[in-house]
């Protein structure tokens, strides 16, 4: 009888061993932001250089017309939102686009939704030195199929970068199974103050929920 006892003892013990690591296997992995993100520092503006995706349609989208968009970062603190304008010149016409960011609490990871292609999109500040370079992750998930995409941007203060820093950022695309194949955007000029002839707003409402209530109050 205490031999079977014993052996009933073992059973459930390794039961339990199994079930635990069972549990323990794939952790779901984040992507990390920039330590000690500071929200006020890296408002301003921005030239995004150079971009890589694992989107087809987005990567011959932009080979077509590899232009360097200006992008301006504002803190709305009332609302503890974030808006990005970008501004491009193309064939001498001006276009602006203001999308309104959601912060989230994880300093450096906005949100907001893409209503006309129905996409949840997630944005991650993974390093920066603030005065001179930003690098984004960019993770776009259709809705209902789940279906994600990853873009990895280069923003700098200037339209000029080191080439040391691009190794860094085609590292950073590798790492997070991109393509190392970047397109570097074109410098080609910039529109003139009150001459943009478009706009339209996306706001972050989703169907997903973006937890306001815990965001903590960034650099107010």
């Not at 990005?84 to 999308?99: A, G, S, V, Y």
């Not at 001179?132 to 280069?154: C, D, F, H, I, R």
Request: charged share 20%; hydrophobic share 35%.
């Amino acid at each position: 009888m205490q031999r079977v006892l014993g052996l009933v003892s073992l059973l459930a013990l390794a039961r339990s061993a199994w079930t635990l690591q069972v549990v323990s296997v794939q952790p779901e992995t984040l992507i990390q932001t920039q330590a000690d993100f500071d929200l006020d520092k890296f408002t301003g503006k921005w030239y995004e250089v150079a971009v890589v995706s694992n989107c087809p349609h987005y990567m011959q989208r932009k080979r077509r017309n590899p232009m360097i968009p200006v992008i301006v970062f504002k803190h709305m603190t009332s609302k503890h939102n974030l808006t990005m304008t970008t501004t491009t010149l193309r064939n001498e016409l001006c276009k602006e686009t203001t999308t309104v960011l959601s912060l989230t609490n994880i300093p450096g990871r906005f949100f907001h939704h893409v209503a006309w292609i129905g996409a949840d999109v997630d944005s991650f500040v993974v390093h920066t030195n603030y005065d001179e370079y930003a690098m984004m992750n960019v993770v776009s998930t259709e809705q209902p199929s789940g279906n994600k995409t990853t873009t990895v941007k280069l923003y700098s203060r200037t339209v000029d970068v080191r080439p040391a820093l691009l190794d860094d950022f085609k590292s950073l695309a590798q790492q997070d199974g991109v393509s190392t194949d970047v397109i570097m955007n074109q410098y080609k000029g910039e529109c003139p103050q009150g001459e943009q002839v478009a706009e339209s707003i996306a706001r972050p409402q989703s169907k997903r929920s973006v937890d306001t209530d815990r965001i903590p109050a960034q650099h107010e």
